[in-house]
C-alpha cells in the first residue's frame, strides 16, 4: 500500500512524522514503513534499487540501537507499552529533500549500514 501526504514545513515536522510513522506501525501489522520526498526512491537515488530506501525514515519490526546507526539523526523505538515492536530510523532532523545532495549521501549511507546488518529486505521479500 501507497500513501501520500502533503508536508507543511512547519518547526514540528520530524516529530509529527515520527508519531505518525509509530501509530501506523503500532495498529497495522506493518512490515516497513519508509517517507521520503522528490523522487529519492522513485528516480533510483537509494543505493541498492532491488531493497527498501530509507529515503528521510524507515520503520524497520526489529529493535535496532542508535550505536548500531551513528550516521542516522535520531533512532527511535517504536513501542507497543512496555514491548518495543521496531524502530524509525531517521536520516536527518530538518526535512528530508530527495535532491539536495547532503541528504541523499546521509539517506545512502545508512542504507549501507542496514544491509550490513542485515536491516534491509529485498523488495521481493516484503
Known amino acids: 500500500m501507497e500513501l501520500n501526504l502533503v508536508l507543511n514545513n512547519e518547526e514540528n515536522?520530524?516529530?509529527r512524522f515520527i508519531t505518525l510513522i509509530s501509530s501506523l506501525?503500532?495498529?497495522?501489522?506493518?512490515?516497513?514503513?519508509?517517507?521520503?520526498?522528490?523522487?529519492?526512491?522513485?528516480?533510483?537515488r537509494n543505493v541498492f534499487p532491488d531493497r527498501l530506501a530509507v529515503g528521510w525514515m524507515l520503520?524497520?519490526?526489529?529493535?535496532?540501537?542508535?550505536?548500531?546507526?551513528?550516521?542516522?539523526a535520531r533512532?527511535?523505538?517504536?513501542?507497543?507499552?512496555?514491548?518495543q515492536k521496531g524502530t524509525i530510523i531517521v536520516s536527518t532532523e530538518e526535512i528530508?529533500?530527495?535532491k539536495k545532495r547532503e541528504h541523499i549521501g546521509k539517506?545512502?549511507?545508512?542504507?549501507?549500514?542496514?544491509?550490513?546488518?542485515?536491516?534491509?529486505?529485498?523488495?521481493?521479500?516484503?
Open 13 to 15: 515536522s520530524l516529530l
Open 59 to 72: 520503520y524497520v519490526p526489529h529493535i535496532v540501537l542508535t550505536e548500531l546507526i551513528p550516521e542516522a
Open 75 to 83: 533512532v527511535v523505538p517504536v513501542k507497543d507499552g512496555e514491548n
Open 25 to 44: 506501525a503500532l495498529s497495522f501489522d506493518c512490515s516497513h514503513i519508509s517517507i521520503d520526498s522528490n523522487g529519492y526512491n522513485l528516480f533510483g
Open 107 to 126: 539517506a545512502n549511507d545508512i542504507e549501507i549500514k542496514l544491509l550490513d546488518l542485515g536491516l534491509l529486505p529485498l523488495m521481493t521479500e516484503l
Open 96 to 98: 528530508f529533500d530527495g
